[in-house]
């Protein structure tokens, strides 16, 4: 178990709608990752926040938009949703702000995102 | 700009042999490398890192890479395989300025027969 909490673990939904995932971090850890997991673009950083503020930006759509909030939990939000969206959505957490000097992510089990 | 590339995205061995993943990396300065395994339906856990101290890094589990800057690579090694190895391993790379995300590579595909 590494520490990081997110829910839901499954999610159905259809083109168009909009949803929201939601990650808990480690205790402790300042910094929250988002990752989108799909077999044709493999790991794709989405966004990193570090104590509430956006610290780095990837290839996140402006559809997707996420947040930190003061108790450090994160919330990822996808709107208009559609098929190429279905993906395996991973969180991570690190007590640093930046991957480069620790590199130790401690990631959550994911959200499986289903659009039909 | 940083980047890995897993050259293989499938290996198959038998247990009881020994495990290679291959990596290659890119980075405009000295990077920070990782690899990162992911067991069916988990998340991602990290196996060793390698942070511009010794060039051979040992992980968890008996797997070690090497660093190496002449071939830009950080090939991923274990003498022998056991069934629970079956896992999915990702190469990643950092550069070291805060705020720097981790890059990953596509990934291998570790298949363990007995």
């Known amino acids: 178990d590494s520490g990081v909490t997110q829910t839901p673990k499954h999610l159905i939904t259809a083109t168009g709608q909009r949803v929201t995932l939601r990650c808990s971090p480690r205790?402790?850890?300042?910094?929250v990752y988002w990752y989108q997991q799909s077999l044709d673009q493999g790991l794709q950083f989405l966004i990193q926040?570090?104590?509430?503020?956006?610290?780095a930006k990837g290839n996140i759509l402006e559809r997707f938009s996420a947040q930190q909030f003061p108790d450090l939990h994160s919330e990822l939000n996808l709107s208009s949703l559609e098929l190429g969206d279905s993906a395996l959505y991973f969180c991570?957490?690190?007590?640093?702000?930046?991957?480069?000097?620790?590199?130790?992510?401690?990631f959550g089990e994911g959200s499986r995102l289903t659009v039909l | 700009a940083q980047s890995v590339t897993q050259l293989d995205s499938h290996v198959s061995v038998s247990e009881g042999t020994p495990v290679l993943l291959r990596c290659n990396y890119s980075?405009?300065?000295?990077?920070?490398l990782f690899w990162y395994v992911q067991h069916p339906n988990k998340g991602l856990q990290l196996l060793l890192k390698?942070?511009?101290?010794?060039?051979l890094v040992k992980g968890i589990n008996g797997f070690e890479a090497e660093f190496k800057k002449s071939e830009t690579s950080f090939h991923l090694t274990k003498p022998s395989a056991h069934m629970s190895d079956a896992a999915e391993y990702f190469c990643?790379?950092?550069?070291?300025?805060?705020?720097?995300?981790?890059?990953f590579g596509k990934g291998t595909t570790l298949s363990v027969s007995s």
């Open positions: 991570a957490s690190s007590v640093t702000s930046g991957g480069g000097d620790t590199g130790e992510l401690f």
């Open positions: 990643v790379v950092s550069g070291r300025q805060a705020g720097t995300a981790l890059i």
């Open positions: 980075s405009s300065y000295s990077p920070s």
């Open positions: 390698y942070t511009s101290a010794a060039t």
């Open positions: 926040y570090y104590n509430g503020e956006e610290r």
């Open positions: 205790s402790g850890d300042l910094s």
